[in-house]
C-alpha cells in the first residue's frame, strides 16, 4: 500500500461526495491506496453517503466513532493507516485531478520522507463535475531538488504552507519512529506543531509547485464561528501552541539558526494571536495574566515580530506594539471586561 487518504468527516454532507470524488480522480490504482474516512460523530447522515460510495471502492473504509475532535481523528487515522505515505483531506475540500498520481511517483522514486504541494483557496460552492476537471498545474510543475526538513521550512514562507498538514505527503513511518500525534487539548494551531517536528526530523523533502489542492473558504467552518464558547476555545489553544511551539523550537535551535528565527516568528504569531483574542473571548484578566506571565518565564513576551507570514500592515504592527505594553494592556483589559 503506497497511500492513505484520510478524511475526518463532521457534519460535512454537503461536501463529502464532492471530496471523495475528487481523490478517485487522482489516476491512482486502486490497489496503491486506501480512503479511510472517520465519522467524528456527525449528526447529519453524511456517513451514509460514505457507505454508499464504499459499496462501490473496495479500498474505501468508514469508521465510526462519537464526537472527540480533529486531533482525535487524525491520530486514529494514522494508527489505521496502512500506507507507505499519509495525506489528510477535510471533508469540504478536495484534490485537483490526476496530481496524486505524479507526487506520488516523486515521492516514492527519491524515497522522501516529505513531499510539499500547493493549494488554492477556493469560495463556498457545492462542487461540479466542472470543479474536478480544470486544469491544475502545469505540465512541467517546478520543484526543489532534495533537500533536508530544515531547509525546506525555509522555504514555506508563503502563507498556505506556514500551519497545515493538509499540503503535504508524509512517509508515515516518521509518526511511527517519532511517536508522534496532534494534541488532543489543541483544537487550533496544533497542525503547526506536527508539522514542524516532521520536518525537524526529515532528511530528504521535495517542494513542489503542484497546486494539487483546494481549501474551500466555508463561512461556516469552525476557523470562522464567531460563537464565544468556541472562540474562547481558539484562544486558550493559540496560549498552549506558543509554548510548545516554543519549547520544541528551542530544542532545534542547534540545527538551524536560520530554522529557528523563521519558528520563533510563529511563536509570536500564536502569542500575538492569544493576546489580542482575549478581548474578543469570555477569558477574564487574571487569565490574560497568568497568560502574559507564563509567555515571560518562556521568553516569549514581549512579542517579536512576524512579518515572514504576512502580517505585514501597520494595523498589526501598532496591535503588536499595544499588546507588548504590559500593565497597560492588562488596565485596558481590565475596563473593557468590566463595560461589556
Known amino acids: 500500500m503506497l497511500l492513505s ?22 489516476g491512482l490504482d486502486e490497489h496503491d491506496f486506501e480512503v479511510i474516512v472517520i465519522n467524528d460523530g456527525s449528526t447529519d447522515g453524511g456517513e451514509r453517503l460514505v457507505e454508499e460510495l464504499a459499496k462501490k471502492h473496495s479500498n474505501l473504509v468508514l469508521f465510526n466513532q462519537e464526537n472527540q475532535g480533529l486531533s482525535a481523528v487524525r491520530n486514529r487515522g494514522i494508527e489505521e493507516s496502512r500506507g507507505k505515505y499519509i495525506e489528510f483531506l477535510d471533508a469540504d475540500d478536495y484534490l485537483t485531478p490526476g ?3 505524479r507526487l506520488l511517483k516523486i515521492a516514492t522514486d527519491n524515497d522522501l520522507d516529505i513531499l510539499v504541494f500547493k493549494t488554492r483557496v477556493v469560495e463556498d460552492t457545492i462542487g461540479t463535475s466542472t470543479e474536478l476537471q480544470e486544469e491544475s498545474s502545469p505540465k512541467d510543475f517546478k520543484m526543489s531538488l532534495v533537500i533536508t526538513g530544515v531547509d525546506a521550512e525555509l522555504l514555506k514562507t508563503v502563507p ?4 497545515s498538514v493538509n499540503y503535504l505527503l508524509m512517509r508515515r513511518q516518521l509518526y511511527m519512529d517519532l511517536n508522534l500525534r496532534f494534541d488532543t487539548d489543541i483544537s487550533f494551531g496544533e497542525d503547526a506543531i506536527v508539522s514542524m517536528q516532521l520536518f525537524y526530523n526529515s532528511k530528504r523533502v521535495i517542494v513542489t509547485e503542484c497546486d494539487a489542492h483546494r481549501y474551500v473558504n466555508r463561512s461556516s467552518s469552525l476557523c470562522h464561528d464567531r460563537n464565544k464558547k468556541v472562540q474562547t476555545k481558539r484562544v486558550r489553544s493559540y496560549r498552549m501552541s506558543a509554548i510548545q511551539f516554543n519549547t520544541i523550537n528551542e530544542a532545534y535551535k542547534a ?15 500564536f502569542a500575538y494571536f492569544y493576546l489580542y ?11 490574560l495574566r497568568e497568560g502574559i506571565g507564563e509567555f515571560r518565564e518562556n521568553g516569549i513576551y514581549p512579542i517579536g515580530g512576524f512579518e515572514r507570514f504576512g502580517y505585514t500592515g501597520i494595523k498589526n504592527k501598532i496591535l503588536r506594539t499595544f499588546c507588548n505594553c504590559g500593565w497597560l494592556f492588562i488596565m485596558a483589559h481590565r475596563i473593557y471586561k468590566l463595560e461589556r
Do not use: A, K, W
Open 5 to 26: 487518504i484520510i478524511i475526518p468527516l463532521y457534519n460535512c454532507r454537503e461536501y463529502i461526495n464532492r471530496c471523495i470524488l475528487s481523490v478517485y480522480s487522482q
Open 99 to 101: 496530481n496524486m498520481e
Open 160 to 163: 498556505e504552507y506556514v500551519l
Open 255 to 269: 540545527r538551524s539558526s536560520q530554522g529557528y528565527e523563521l519558528q520563533r516568528q510563529r511563536v509570536n504569531l
Open 277 to 287: 483574542g482575549t478581548f474578543t473571548s469570555d477569558i477574564p484578566t487574571s487569565e
